[in-house]
């Protein structure tokens, strides 16, 4: 029989609140009286299109390599699956083709994604 797993128990949270710069004083105070501690802490985190900018000139193209490579395909299985000439597959995936919403259709079908994520 399995030993179940012993979890301690955290007695804090942490909250991330956005809010006008304007009332971040009153925010503070307010939530220091709650009992919160270092209430103010800059994000480190940054968004995808600055962390990889060299992505963000073909968008579609990179979305359309990363689901197929989710799926395990090669260009030339999506291509079976779709009805899409492999060439074609290349070409919208270095962003040299353009993909239409009758291709990204096609391909969502085949990789089971939604097709909007191509336009």
Same mark, same amino acid.
């Given at each position: 029989?399995?030993?179940?797993?012993?979890?301690?128990?955290?007695?804090?949270?942490?909250?991330?609140?956005?809010?006008?710069?304007?009332?971040?004083?009153?925010?503070?105070?307010?939530?220091?009286?709650?009992?919160?501690?270092?209430?103010?802490?800059?994000?480190? %985190?940054?968004?995808? $299109?600055?962390?990889?900018? =060299?992505?963000? @000139?073909? *968008?579609p193209g990179t979305c359309?390599?990363? +689901?197929?490579?989710?799926?395990?395909?090669?260009?030339?299985?999506?291509?079976?699956? %779709?009805?899409?000439? $492999?060439?074609?597959?290349? =070409?919208?995936? @270095?962003? *040299?083709?353009?993909?239409?919403?009758?291709? +990204?259709?096609?391909i969502s079908v085949a990789?089971?994604?939604?097709?909007?994520?191509?336009?």
């Amino acid at each position: 029989m399995l030993e179940h797993t012993k979890k301690h128990h955290t007695d804090k949270t942490t909250l991330f609140f956005e809010e006008p710069k304007e009332n971040e004083r009153e925010a503070i105070t307010i939530l220091k009286a709650l009992g919160f501690k270092n209430t103010v802490r800059k994000t480190t %985190s940054i968004s995808w $299109r600055d962390a990889f900018p =060299e992505f963000t @000139s073909n *968008e579609p193209g990179t979305c359309l390599v990363a +689901a197929r490579h989710k799926k395990n395909l090669t260009q030339a299985t999506l291509s079976d699956f %779709s009805g899409i000439p $492999r060439l074609h597959i290349s =070409e919208m995936e @270095s962003g *040299e083709r353009p993909i239409d919403q009758e291709t +990204a259709k096609k391909i969502s079908v085949a990789l089971d994604i939604d097709y909007r994520i191509f336009l």
